[in-house]
């Protein structure tokens, strides 16, 4: 047994899973590699021929994280999950849609899925530590609280999709990556002698949506869901009938482009009304709020907020955050407050509070923001 552990690492057969297992096994923990299978082509009723699976699911990805363990003389494992994954994720993905939302998978697969899969398979194999290749860190607070905080190198920090994480998970996990630049962990692959794996391209597509064409899987997955959304009307603030659309699910906050109608000047979709299968279209402006509800709320650094607490919100991955102030509501739901106004608030994407790099906590987006 090492003196420093034993730790399940998440072994995708990407460079920074990878780098993340070698890394620790050259620091002296015994290493277990895993690598979990989530999804596969066929469950998403395609038809399309010819096409691989892609991203973290594909058998090549899967002999490459073996071989590397093999090479270094840790075992590795492959893990099915495939059928909680789907039970969860994918039908909360069509659920939020047809609620007229916009889901983060990858946020809810993180919270509720992968971390929770290895944690119960760390334990089955007397693990002390589970380890990933996100960029992020973590830390512990004064007040004992494990928190995430945003990894070194911003333009691959991954704090924002890991809000959801509880305490028991904080507590056991290790991000090695947290520290270094992609630049870096692209030297150490070379330092490894896996030069190829350091220029392997990146997967950004969401697992199950290999094709980007969420639009498409809907369709496959909801029997007649097209006839059933198709000719509702776009609207306009006041309500003014604009034209006929193709279905509210098919339509996402803040897009302006395939619309199927044209008005002379560029418009955006402001607002979804699933019940009434409306999508109301507005000028650029429109989509800015000052406000906006965040449910399902998880507090990482403290346990709990005081009211008007300030904080920087990030609304979107990308989104470089907005100051704001926080309001705790009786309803277990948190304002959020702008200093200025913030633009494309979508419903369904979550909302991560920061104190400098530090991930305050985080929540997910409830569907008619304050204006």
Known sequence: MSAKGKVL???????????????????????????????????????????????????????DARAAAVQHGFPHYILDIR????????????????????PNPCVLCNTHIKW??????ADMMNCDFIATGHYAKIQQHSNGRYFISKGVDETKDQSYVLWGLQQDLLSRTLLPLGGYRKTE?????????????????ESYEICFVPDNDYR????RKVEGLEDRVNGGNFVDKSGNILGK???????????????????GKPVFVTEIIPET????????????????????????????????????????Y??????????????????????????????????????????????????????
């Open 318 to 371: 990308k989104d470089k955050g907005s100051l704001s102030n926080l309001y705790p509501q009786d309803n277990g739901t948190v304002k959020v407050q702008f200093y200025e106004q913030a633009k494309g608030i979508a419903p369904g994407q979550s909302a991560v509070f920061y104190e400098g790099d530090d991930v305050i906590g985080g929540g997910i987006i409830m569907r008619k923001p304050l204006f």
């Open 277 to 316: 299968n409306t999508v109301v279209l507005g000028d650029e402006e429109d989509l800015d709020k000052t406000e906006m509800e965040v449910g399902k709320i998880n507090l990482i650094k403290y346990d709990a907020i005081s009211s008007g607490m300030e904080a920087v919100t990030k609304i979107r």
């Open 83 to 102: 059928e909680e994954f789907g039970d969860f994720v994918i039908e909360n993905f069509v659920d939020e849609y047809l609620n007229g939302r916009t």
């Open 9 to 63: 690492v998440a072994m995708s057969g990407g460079i920074d899973s990878t780098v993340t297992a070698l890394m620790l096994h050259h620091e002296g923990y015994e290493v277990v590699g895993i690598t979990m299978k989530t999804w596969d082509y066929a469950s998403s009723g395609s038809g399309a021929k010819g096409k691989k699976e892609t991203g973290c699911c594909n058998l090549d990805s899967f002999n």
């Open 116 to 121: 929770r899969a290895l944690l119960k398979r």
């Open 185 to 201: 962990i692209r030297q150490m692959a070379h330092d490894y002698g896996y030069p190829e794996l350091a220029k392997k391209a």
């Open 245 to 263: 659309h193709n279905g509210y699910p098919f339509y996402t906050i803040g897009q302006r482009k395939g619309l199927g109608v044209t008005f």
């Open 216 to 219: 498409g899987f809907l369709k």
